[in-house]
């Protein structure tokens, strides 16, 4: 297992079985981080779907070369960051990107894991795959089918999981598709808040509705299905399990985001960041966003009053895939 010094903690990670130790107290209480759990990295900015609600900046530029990545990912790994998470636009369509992954396990100590909205993991890409990722994260969409998506990763037996953003109308099924896709082998999803303007945040009582049936279903999927929720939903889920249970989401600590245009900001959805010429750079750039705390100005953001969100009457609901 590697180890990567927390503010007060050891954090050992193995990037085979995905299996995360804290170890708190003793001389771990002097312990100071100095490099992020994880990076997200946006590959490419280009996509094979035009979604209404996708928060990436359409005009940010997609820098990346093949050479430039596998560099990356070795200076990461030397840095002591544990997993590198690549994103997009669609990172699949990024030039030889069964290779690119295939490269980065071999020649680095990182976990490589992607997410994907899926059309294009054919069976050849899945067993290019296979053995040289930590995990991939499906995006469920209402106007592709996933299933088909979930059968073959079954079958290939790689590791995966969903990202699924709960919106009003999604709530309502919640519960159907967990039980769905349990049985068909999924064994990882994870509930993503929405972040931006609009009618797709929940209600106040649509809140407390989540929270109380988290509590249900992560008993019920107990040992069989790991049910996961962002760090942006924070504290307004009161009851439901958390591993970090915080007020503060921890971005620009735990994890910080490289654009395709070569920025580094505290998530992926805060605005500006700060240009990265140098891979060196990093680690300086890392202690300005750390200790700054940024908020991402969007609501749902959950460094910000209230989260940005405005109560009261929800306004009418844009015209999305998930509100079709």
Known sequence: MRSLELDGALLRFDRETGTNQLVRGGPFERCVQRAPRVVQMALTNQCNKTCGFCYRPLDAASGWTFADVLAFGRYLSDW?????????????????????????WCETALAINFTTN??????????????HVGQIQVSVYDDEDV??????????GIRFGLNYLVTPRRLATLDADLLAWSAR?????????????GGLHLSAAELRDLDARIVQLHAHFAGRLQLKVDVCWSTRL????????????????????????????SCSFADGGVPL????????????????????????????????????????????????
């Open 80 to 104: 002591g960051v544990l997993e590198l998470a690549l994103g997009g636009g669609e990172p699949t369509v990024f030039p030889q990107f069964g290779d690119l992954v295939r490269q980065l």
């Open 118 to 131: 899926g059309k294009r993991l054919t069976p050849a890409l899945i067993d290019q795959l296979r053995g």
């Open 147 to 156: 299933d088909a998506v979930i059968d073959r990763l079954v079958a290939h």
């Open 185 to 197: 082998g999924v064994r990882d999803v994870l509930l993503l808040s929405y972040k931006g303007d």
């Open 238 to 265: 009161t009851h439901a399990p958390q591993l970090f249970f915080d007020s503060d989401c921890r971005a620009g600590s735990l994890f910080l985001s490289v654009t395709s245009d070569r920025r580094v900001l």
């Open 277 to 324: 010429s140098r891979f060196d750079e990093l680690p300086a750039i890392y202690l300005q966003l750390k200790h700054a705390r940024q908020a991402a100005q969007v609501a749902g953001c959950a460094r910000l009053p209230a989260f940005g969100i405005r109560r009261g009457r929800r306004p009418a609901l844009p015209v999305y895939p998930e509100a079709r």
